[in-house]
């Protein structure tokens, strides 16, 4: 349920709203999935230009990531090329 007024403990029908729960919580402004959802930016502050499976990510951030781990599993033996 949904508070349309905002206030958890009313029980006024008409304030109440059924909704999906990851609905509601991007309808609350001090949830987590909120503030995450108004983020445009990395945390280095390339744009999020790539998603997969409902999660965005910065495309330069994984391709520097995967380079890193192509290089350590190279090093340990893991990777043969």
Same mark, same amino acid.
């Given at each position: 349920m949904n508070h349309t007024c905002r206030i958890r403990l009313c029980v006024n029908p008409q304030h *109440?709203? /059924? /909704?999906t729960p @990851?609905?509601?919580? *991007? !309808?609350? @402004?001090r949830s987590i999935g909120y503030v995450n959802s108004? %983020?445009? +930016?990395c %945390? !280095?502050? +390339? /744009?999020f230009d790539r998603s997969y499976g409902g999660v965005r990510y910065c495309s330069i951030c994984a391709a520097e990531k995967s380079k890193r781990l192509r290089a350590k599993? %190279?090093?340990e033996g893991i990777l043969q090329i």
């Open positions: *109440l709203q /059924v /909704v @990851s609905e509601n919580a *991007l !309808r609350d @402004s108004q %983020k445009t +930016h %945390k !280095r502050g +390339h /744009v599993w %190279k090093a």
